[in-house]
């Protein structure tokens, strides 16, 4: 078996609608560990107030790493696609433990290979809620893989209301509000009419989503802004080392 491969056509199969907007970001790292591992059992999250997966929600998960990857899991038991949109790469001395993610996924996938989920089933977008994180990004000699999502991230409105798509439930936990840049999607989508809740696991409550009208929203710069002092890995995605400070001047690295 060819653990990455394989495991990344497990959580984006061809024939599946949403494939396209998977992230092959985080499969790209050697996960034969975590795959060759017992597989993890299909966990039983309690999500008040989830919507059917034949309905008309599309759902954004948007929690701690290997958290994301277990609720991804449970929501495609219950027949949605799990669609992972990690970005962040691996590397020595992290900002974003992203190790924990590749092994949930890599062990994941043998469970989540023996669902049956049909090509068009309603999508669960996976997102790490830690992938802003601030403690310690520019220390130099960390590895910052902190990583933003941005709306080219995401199928458009018009496509959701394509294919029958009318509301998001947005799945946190302990957070009343969207993530800024997530926001950015959302305000997009609540524009063209898609009908917006919430689900917070820590409290169990379900209630709409107001959102905002985001700072830079749709303004040309929008995306240099969004960037600006994160880290481009040349593998794709988001990664790379803070340069070292030299006694004699500046940096090297």
């Known amino acids: 078996m060819a ?141 910052d893989n902190r990583w933003v999502v941005l709306p080219q991230d995401f199928p458009s409105a018009v496509f959701l209301g394509s294919r029958g798509i009318r509301e998001t439930v947005l799945i946190q936990r302990g957070e009343s509000r969207p993530a800024e840049d997530l926001s950015h999607v959302l305000y997009r989508w609540h524009q063209a009419g898609i009908r917006m809740r919430t689900i917070d696991l820590v409290t169990g409550r379900t209630d709409d989503l107001r959102v905002n009208r985001p700072s830079w929203f749709r303004a040309a710069w929008y995306v240099a802004i969004a960037l600006l002092g994160l880290r481009r890995s040349n593998v794709g995605g988001f990664g790379s080392m803070v340069p070292e400070q030299t006694a004699r001047s500046g940096f090297y690295g």
């Open 3 to 143: 653990p990455n491969q394989d495991a990344f056509a497990i959580w984006a199969p061809e024939d599946a609608l949403w494939t396209e907007w998977a992230k092959p970001v985080a499969f790209t790292t050697a996960i034969t560990d975590a795959a060759s591992e017992t597989p993890v059992a299909v966990p039983a999250v309690a999500i008040p107030g989830l919507p059917e997966s034949w309905g008309e929600a599309a759902i954004i998960v948007d929690l701690p790493g290997e958290e994301a990857v277990m609720t991804g899991l449970a929501l495609a038991a219950r027949g949605f696609r799990p669609v992972p949109l990690f970005n962040g790469t691996i590397g020595p001395n992290a900002v974003i433990d992203v190790d924990q993610i590749t092994r949930a996924l890599g062990a994941a996938a043998v469970p989540l290979s023996q669902l049956s989920i049909k090509p068009d089933a309603r999508p669960a977008f996976l997102l790490d809620s830690r992938r802003s994180e601030l403690l310690g990004a520019g220390e130099p000699g960390r590895y």
